[in-house]
């Protein structure tokens, strides 16, 4: 909303990646005092102040307020590094027409956007959903973007055959409090549900061929990354939690893990037909 797009809705936080990859502890250390000087160069500023909040799995967050506003900042301390390669980016014509000249790193869009599609299947927030309407709305679903998306399928706490055949949540009690009003110009609910349902098929229409086997690999606790071309995925520390806790179910729940693996079977099944 900030550079990729010229701003169609409001964003209620900003959301910070934080790129190299290395282990958990001095990682969480050094994301610590990042947001540690965060808040003091915010709280210098004349007019604003902030102030650590938990969150994400410990206190990765910042609420910073000023003039009235309120602005939540924050990092996932498991989602560390990316896919591809960042990309300084200016601030889009809107944004600087009302806050002025920002240019900063920037995730590739791939990246935003597979996060951004995983957030739709899984929390399913109106504002989610609104993006996937600007998706197909311009660039679409490509083959690059979904390739990204199964990585972020693969990062996910949430067990794979869920993401691909997710129960579609009431969302209307969160457009009418939390979405009407944000955006540029008005949305439908019918327009957001729509393209829950659009994602949906098309997420569906291509879980076959090499996208069904690096699922299959992935719930046995062994994903093959070459199968969908991206083997440097494999470092990611959300990839490495992940196939910990898989194998840890594997171990401790095999009934749960066997449940879960045939559900998944099923779906992909269907996809081939």
Same mark, same amino acid.
């Given at each position: 909303?900030?550079?990729?797009?010229?701003?169609? &809705?409001?964003?209620?936080?900003?959301?910070? /990646?934080?790129? #190299?990859?290395?282990?958990? /502890? #001095? !990682?969480?250390?050094?994301?610590?005092? *990042?947001?540690?000087?965060? +808040? @003091?160069?915010?709280?210098?500023?004349?007019?604003?102040? /902030?102030?650590?909040?938990?969150?994400?799995?410990?206190?990765?967050?910042?609420? *910073?307020?000023?003039?009235? $506003?309120? $602005?939540?900042?924050?990092?996932?301390?498991?989602?560390?590094?990316?896919?591809?390669?960042? &990309?300084?980016? &200016?601030? *889009?014509?809107?944004?600087?027409?009302?806050?002025?000249?920002?240019? +900063?790193?920037?995730?590739?869009?791939?990246?935003?956007? *597979?996060?951004?599609?995983?957030?739709?299947?899984?929390?399913?927030? #109106?504002?989610?959903?609104?993006?996937?309407?600007?998706?197909?709305?311009?660039?679409?679903?490509?083959?690059?973007?979904?390739?990204?998306?199964?990585?972020?399928?693969?990062?996910?706490?949430?067990? +794979?055959?869920?993401?691909?055949?997710?129960?579609?949540?009431?969302?209307?009690?969160?457009?009418?409090?939390?979405? $009407?009003? +944000?955006?540029?110009?008005? $949305?439908?609910?019918?327009?957001?549900?729509?393209?829950? !349902?659009?994602?949906?098929?098309?997420? &569906?229409?291509?879980?076959?061929?090499?996208?069904?086997?690096?699922? =299959?690999?992935?719930?046995?606790?062994?994903?093959?990354? !070459?199968?969908?071309?991206?083997?440097?995925?494999?470092?990611? #520390? @959300?990839?490495?939690?992940?196939?910990?806790?898989?194998?840890?179910? =594997? @171990?401790?729940?095999?009934?749960?893990?066997?449940?879960?693996?045939?559900?998944?079977?099923?779906?992909?099944?269907?996809?081939?037909?």
């Amino acid at each position: 909303n900030l550079f990729y797009r010229d701003m169609p &809705r409001l964003s209620v936080d900003i959301d910070l /990646a934080y790129l #190299p990859i290395a282990e958990r /502890a #001095p !990682s969480l250390k050094a994301i610590d005092e *990042a947001f540690d000087r965060l +808040t @003091a160069r915010t709280n210098a500023l004349p007019g604003a102040s /902030a102030r650590r909040i938990a969150g994400g799995g410990g206190e990765t967050r910042i609420l *910073a307020s000023a003039g009235g $506003v309120t $602005v939540k900042i924050e990092t996932s301390p498991v989602m560390r590094g990316v896919i591809s390669k960042t &990309r300084l980016m &200016r601030a *889009a014509p809107a944004v600087e027409d009302r806050y002025g000249f920002v240019e +900063t790193k920037v995730v590739s869009f791939d990246d935003l956007y *597979a996060g951004k599609l995983h957030a739709a299947l899984d929390r399913q927030h #109106p504002r989610d959903l609104f993006d996937i309407i600007l998706l197909y709305e311009n660039e679409g679903l490509t083959d690059e973007l979904f390739r990204a998306f199964l990585i972020y399928i693969a990062c996910s706490s949430r067990p +794979t055959h869920e993401l691909l055949a997710p129960n579609e949540k009431d969302i209307a009690a969160e457009f009418e409090k939390e979405f $009407v009003g +944000t955006t540029a110009a008005p $949305v439908a609910l019918e327009e957001l549900t729509g393209a829950r !349902s659009q994602l949906i098929a098309d997420v &569906r229409s291509r879980i076959k061929g090499p996208a069904a086997e690096f699922l =299959m690999t992935l719930q046995a606790g062994e994903p093959d990354f !070459s199968l969908i071309g991206l083997p440097q995925a494999a470092a990611l #520390p @959300a990839i490495k939690w992940k196939i910990l806790n898989l194998k840890k179910l =594997m @171990a401790e729940n095999p009934d749960k893990h066997r449940v879960q693996r045939e559900q998944l079977s099923a779906i992909l099944h269907t996809a081939e037909l």
